[in-house]
């Protein structure tokens, strides 16, 4: 063999060992997730006026 060949075997050999490890693992601490909602609403009811006045006359409905 010539020097070529063994020092071409050997980078070969040196590069097997180098191989990169990807390691997938678990957190330690729980994952939390900060959800800062705030939710406003307005329901607008449009009525004849004939409901509108049966509701004023007759409190007692609700």
């Given at each position: 063999m010539s020097?070529?060949?063994l020092l071409?075997?050997?980078?070969?050999?040196l590069s097997i060992g180098c191989v990169p490890r990807i390691e997938v693992t678990a957190?330690?601490?729980p994952i939390t997730i900060n959800m800062n909602?705030?939710?406003e609403h307005e329901i607008h009811i449009k009525a004849d006026k004939d409901v509108e006045a049966l509701l004023k006359n007759q409190?007692?409905?609700f």
């Amino acid at each position: 063999m010539s020097l070529k060949a063994l020092l071409v075997m050997a980078a070969g050999l040196l590069s097997i060992g180098c191989v990169p490890r990807i390691e997938v693992t678990a957190p330690k601490d729980p994952i939390t997730i900060n959800m800062n909602v705030r939710i406003e609403h307005e329901i607008h009811i449009k009525a004849d006026k004939d409901v509108e006045a049966l509701l004023k006359n007759q409190s007692g409905l609700f």
